[in-house]
Each structure stands twice: as C-alpha cells, then as structure tokens.
C-alpha cells in the first residue's frame, strides 16, 4: 500500500482541542491515514479517538467557569483526575531544614508545582489502544539529562518508518510523554519527559508520505496589538520556542519542494511533499479558554475541505474563529489533554 497521508499533531500542554476537532472530522469523513505523529497530550486525544470518545465532551466541560477564571481556577486548584498541586509535596519539604541559601530557595520556590494523577491503569490502557491502531503510531518524549530525544511506535509504525529505530510503546512511555516541567524533575518516569519540550510537532522523518497534515494550534507570528504586559512577553516567548522548533522541522521538505518547483532538482529519488498545515490566529494563554473556537479550526482544517491543499486559507479560518453568537458554542472551560 502506498504511504500517501500521514497527519502530525502537535500537543502543547492542555491546548490540545485544535488536534481533537481535526481528528474528529477525519473520522466523520471515513478518512484515515497509513500513520499519526503525536506529542504531549496530543498522545492522549489519539488514544480516546481510538477507544471512540466524543472528543468534544471529554475536553471541553461546560460547567467549569469560561474565560481567563476558569484558567486561573485550573491553576489554582488542578484538574481533577489529571493533576492537582503539590501543597502536600510543598510542605513536607520543609520537615527537612534547609541547610544552605539554594536549598532555602528550593523549599520556597521548587520546581515541582503539580502532581500527576493518571493512574498507571490507564496509562497502560492508551498504550494498548495506540499499539493496536489499524494505522501507524508514534511519540516522542525527552532525556532532559542527555539532551536527547525517544521514539516510541506501534508495529504498523515500524514497517513505514526509515530514519532510526522505535522503541516499542508502553504505559511508562506514555507517562513519560505527558509529564511536564511543573511535575519536577524527580521521579520522571524511565528518566524521560514530555517530547514536546525538544520537538512540539514531528514531521521531518515523513519524508515518505505524500501529503501530510500538520496540526498544531499556533498562528504565523503575534497577532493583534504588540506584547504590553508581563503575561503578554511570556507567551510570545513560547510561541517563538514553539514555532521555532516547527521551522526546522519542516525546513527540508520546503527547501526541497521549493528546488523541484524551480527545476533546479530533477533527481527522480525527490518528490514534491504536500504539506498541509494551519494558522489559527489566536495567542497561547488564549488556547485554554477557547477551547471550543479551537475545536472549530481543527474541523476547518480536516481533509473535507478541497482548499486543504493550500498551505494557508483565510477565509476558513475567519469562519472557525469568527465571534460566536451569544449562546451558540461559546468558548467554554477546557479539560486538559496534558501530562
């Protein structure tokens, strides 16, 4: 069977509906690709996917308060079932007196700000689902000690994939691929962390496939007024981490795309790549409490939509994220799909 689709989708922490609403439109439409790439939490939507969830209704729960509250609200309290603050890990440090100036600092402001709660249960239950995907599947997670990156896939993911092995998929690879700085760096599980902190979105070994969907939630640049506050600064700085790490990436199939388009290479062994990816024009805190717009981009961004071929389409996106009407899905308070 020839490798024609591959989708890669890009997790980043719990903003992860945009990947949700694609992949439900992909279902929707019968469409399924020979292999899926997924990082951070990302991981977590494939697997209910798989098991068949209703991905709006596992992410997006309306009874939790909307807009920025209801982030400050996760912030303050957690996220039942998936993780809650370290208060108890905060102060069972300090039954310990710290003994010079930077363990005084790491009682007061350490790292570990959460706790992780997924059980090793249904960690294990997503690895299942992921290993008996009827397409191929991989993940990746970090050795933040190394520097290095893990690979982890499926069988089918195997007999598609030429650049390097793959490690086989387990409940501990995916609690490694969920755990997120705010957990501490005790404890990580296998000694590995979330992936996306190194590769937020995998694409550059899919050099083989024909076309492939990249579906990551962050727009091309800053849009709106330039960055006035604290909160502003520290978003655009992970915007341009994110970003920055999705141009390499993909920088060699564009460059040889661009060299077959100029006829500058005509060695048969190269192909053009049809390289699909989306812009939504939202910032990053704004993801989390607009969930429900961010859904609505990753169905725009399906293969329903002919215009898909294009590497941009303002007019779908204007549509996604046009101002809803009051009381008409309106952006609700987001389950997070993180570590």
């Known amino acids: 069977m020839a490798n024609t689709l591959a989708f890669a989708l890009a ?17 929707e439409l019968g469409v399924e690709p020979n292999l899926v790439t997924a990082t951070s939490g990302q991981i977590i939507v494939l697997g209910e996917w798989l098991r068949g969830t ?19 609200l996760t912030a303050y309290s957690g996220d039942p079932g998936i993780f809650r603050p370290a208060v108890p ?33 249904y960690l294990s239950g997503i690895a299942d689902l992921l290993n008996s995907a009827p397409f191929g599947v991989v993940f990746n997670a970090y050795d933040p000690r190394q520097g290095t990156g893990a690979l982890f896939g499926n069988a089918a993911a195997g007999l598609l994939w030429s650049d390097g092995d793959l490690r086989p998929i387990a409940g501990e690879a995916v609690a490694a691929a969920l755990w997120l700085s705010l957990y501490g760096f005790e404890g990580l599980p296998g000694g590995l962390m979330d992936g996306a902190y190194q590769r937020p ?30 909160f502003d600064v520290q978003d ?7 970003s920055a790490g999705y141009a390499a990436e993909v920088a ?22 049809q390289l699909i990816g989306d812009r939504p024009p939202s910032r990053l805190l704004q993801l989390f409490h607009r ?11 399906s293969p329903r939509n002919p215009a898909g071929s294009q ?29």
């Open 311 to 339: 590497m941009t389409r303002a007019g779908a996106l204007n549509t996604c994220w046009r101002k809803p009407s009051k009381g008409a899905d309106a952006p609700s308070s987001a389950r997070s799909a993180s570590g």
């Open 236 to 242: 655009w700085q992970c915007e341009m981490w994110f």
């Open 201 to 230: 979105c995998i694409v550059a070994e899919l050099h083989r496939f024909d076309r492939i969907y990249a579906v990551r939630p962050l727009a091309q640049g800053w849009r709106g007024k330039v960055p006035a506050t604290w």
């Open 89 to 121: 890990e905060y102060w069972r440090r300090w039954t310990r007196w710290p003994a010079t100036p930077s363990e005084v600092a790491a009682r007061l402001f350490p790292a570990q700000e959460y706790v992780p709660l997924r059980s090793e249960a």
């Open 54 to 72: 209703d991905l709006k209704s596992f992410l997006i729960d309306p009874d939790r308060p909307r807009g920025p509250l209801g982030t400050l």
């Open 291 to 301: 969930a429900s717009a961010s859904f609505r981009c990753g169905l725009r961004q």
């Open 11 to 27: 997790g980043l922490g719990g903003f992860n509906a945009h990947g949700a609403g694609f992949l439900t439109a992909a279902a």
């Open 252 to 273: 060699d199939m564009a460059r040889i795309n661009q060299l077959i388009e100029e006829g500058a290479l005509t060695d048969p062994r190269f192909r053009k790549i």
